[in-house]
């Protein structure tokens, strides 16, 4: 799903002729490797090496390609799953909090602005360091 929704924005901004940015959601999981993530970790590793291919691709059509790994994020089903995720987690990220919605979001609105017109091809991690230590609660 993700290749194809690229390949059509992709066809998209190449007819309008004036660039235009994909961002891909990813994971920490899909750099690290964590235990009974096998299949997730597989995917969200291949969208952060689709990034990099599609950003040689398309960099000629003034067209920027990158990843969110996002990492310990406080949302409904991770509060589901255990309802002191956020304190768990925030345990161990080097930050000391677990990441937001909003955190996720202000990332994303950088790559997708003017200023982030050079990054292209890259995975960037919004996960309070905790990709720098790998351990899990």
Known sequence: GS???AQAAAQQMVAQG???RIVFSSSVTGTLAIANASAYA??????????RVLALELGAHG???????????????NLADDPEYA???????????VGTPG??????????????AQVTGHTL???????GIGVTP
């Open 3 to 5: 290749y194809f929704g």
């Open 42 to 51: 597989v995917t969200k590793a291949g969208l952060q090496h689709m990034a």
């Open 63 to 77: 067209i920027t390609v990158n990843a969110l790994a996002i990492g310990a994020t406080v949302n409904e089903r």
């Open 18 to 20: 004036d660039g235009g």
């Open 87 to 97: 304190r768990h987690w925030g345990e161990i990220v080097p930050s000391g909090r």
């Open 125 to 131: 991690a919004v996960d309070g360091g905790w990709s």
């Open 103 to 116: 955190d996720v979001a202000a990332a994303l609105a950088f790559l997708v602005s003017a200023d982030a």
